[in-house]
Nanobody, 117 residues
Framework: QVQLVESGGGLVQAGGSLRLSCVAS????????YGWFRQGPGKQRDLVAT?????RLNYADSVKGRFTISRDNAIVYLQMNSLKREDTAVYYC?????????????WGQGTQVTISS
């Protein structure tokens, strides 16, 4: 099992910045990818960014050039700059682990990010 705990959400004005953190614990050697997803009001949960353990990065088009995902061992960060109102959402940390049954998805509890005009 892997546990993920996010922090760093809050209320910020449009154009501002926030940094989210996610600390992974448990069977972290099984993790092959980390990421951030978000779910806005009345919307589905969408991918924001991922980082594989080999270093490859992937971003949603809507955040390219504004958000940066990084990893320091078992801590994953999401630096969010030039925030827009449409970035308002609950942000979830994600990890993909490998088990004898295949890939396993782990999720954090979510952290609220609210952008005001």
């Amino acid at each position: 099992q892997v546990q993920l705990v996010e922090s760093g959400g809050g209320l910020v004005q449009a154009g501002g910045s926030l940094r989210l953190s996610c600390v992974a614990s448990g069977v972290i050697h099984s993790i092959t990818a980390y990421g951030w997803f978000r779910q806005g009001p009345g919307k589905q949960r969408d991918l924001v960014a991922t980082v594989l353990t080999d270093g490859r990065l992937n971003y949603a088009d809507s955040v390219k050039g504004r958000f940066t995902i990084s990893r320091d061992n078992a801590i994953v960060y999401l630096q969010m700059n030039s925030l827009k109102r449409e970035d308002t959402a609950v942000y979830y940390c994600y990890a993909r682990g490998m088990s004898t049954r295949g890939n396993v998805a782990y999720w954090g509890q979510g952290t609220q990010v609210t952008i005001s005009s």
